[in-house]
């Protein structure tokens, strides 16, 4: 019986490893979101917790199918061979479609992040949540409001440029009537824009290598599945009939024998 083609095979084990790889970046992706999550909220994970689960599921998943993949190789085990090809199919699927969703919906991120934003100004109304984090971002970031200073009635010290400042990074402003203070020019919006953008450019990229490694599962298991499914078979030997065959010929021409020659052609004397 023949056995499956050793380079297909070292191709498929080296995939499976490779997936497993990343499904257990994935696993620590997760387990690192969960751990400093639970350090800066103790146990609270209210946003978190889809994210967290669909990461712990998504990579776990990716696992167990790496596993039954190298396990259908090297036993030669077509049944489990056929599992990891649907599940490659529908992993493909689901990751076209999310990744298709994201990138529909990445245009219209920028719009509605602004209504969102320009719903919290004057920022000294708004919750003690925003104003920290948008604190947190002047003083790291060296900005100052959200589309400007402006969104501040009273402008906080996070606004205020350091001594070691660049001139071109900050403006004067008025305060109150005739004393300056030297502010940060750049807004905090387009920062927090960015930072947005790139976030879901990292998960349309993770849902489209995911598919193209599907489809590479896919191409390979197949492969696969098509010799178990003809191994063992016997060959057949075609053998062509022969079209022509030489006959003796019908008759033979007749010729004088060389003694009747020499009777009827006697040499001189």
Known sequence: MAK???CVKILFFIFNVLLAIVGGVILVLALLSHTFGNLEKGSELENQTVGLIFLYVI???IILVAVLGAYGASKENKASLIVFLVCMIAGSLMMFRGGIMVATARPQVSDLMERTFRQQIPLDSAPDQVQQLVNYLQSESHCCGLFSYRDWEEVPESCSCRSDQAPGECQ???YPVFMQKSIYKQPC???ILGYALWAIDFVLGFFFVLAGLAVVGILL???LIHQLRY?????VLVTVPAVYTAAPPKYQELQNPPKYQELQNPPPY
């Open 231 to 235: 191994r063992g078979n016997p060959a």
């Open 4 to 6: 499956l083609d050793p």
């Open 189 to 191: 919006f387009p920062i």
């Open 172 to 174: 004067q402003f008025r």
């Open 221 to 223: 298991s197949s492969v």
């Open 59 to 61: 990579g776990s998943l």
